[in-house]
Nanobody
Framework: QVQLVESGGGLVQAGGSLRLSCAAS????????MGWYRQAPGKQRELVAT???????VYINSVKGRFTISRDNAKNTVSLQMDSLKPEDTSVYYC??????????????????WGQGTQVTVSS
């Protein structure tokens, strides 16, 4: 089992900044891609940004130039620096990671884990 714990959400005025962090723990062998998703009320969950183990990044168009994703492979963490926040960024943000973990009796198993979500609210 691999657990993801997020932190850093909150309430901020439009134009402000927040930094989200996510730490993975468990019997991790390797984490491949890590990412952040968000889901607003009544809407589907959408990808915000992902980063590969090698550092390649993908962002949705609406956050390009404002958000920056980063990770620390040694610490199994991923962060999302969010600048110039807009009211439309208001959502619950979820951390995601997938890779390989060590299962029972030493077997290797793929995992695709999600954090519990952290609320980001941007006021106008």
């Amino acid at each position: 089992q691999v657990q993801l714990v997020e932190s850093g959400g909150g309430l901020v005025q439009a134009g402000g900044s927040l930094r989200l962090s996510c730490a993975a723990s468990g019997s991790i062998v390797i984490i491949n891609d890590m990412g952040w998703y968000r889901q607003a009320p009544g809407k589907q969950r959408e990808l915000v940004a992902t980063i590969t183990r090698g550092g390649s990044k993908v962002y949705i168009n609406s956050v390009k130039g404002r958000f920056t994703i980063s990770r620390d492979n040694a610490k199994n963490t991923v962060s999302l620096q969010m600048d110039s926040l807009k009211p439309e960024d208001t959502s619950v943000y979820y951390c995601n990671a997938h890779g390989v973990a060590r299962g029972s009796v030493g077997s290797l198993t793929a995992f695709d884990s999600w954090g519990q979500g952290t609320q980001v609210t941007v006021s106008s």
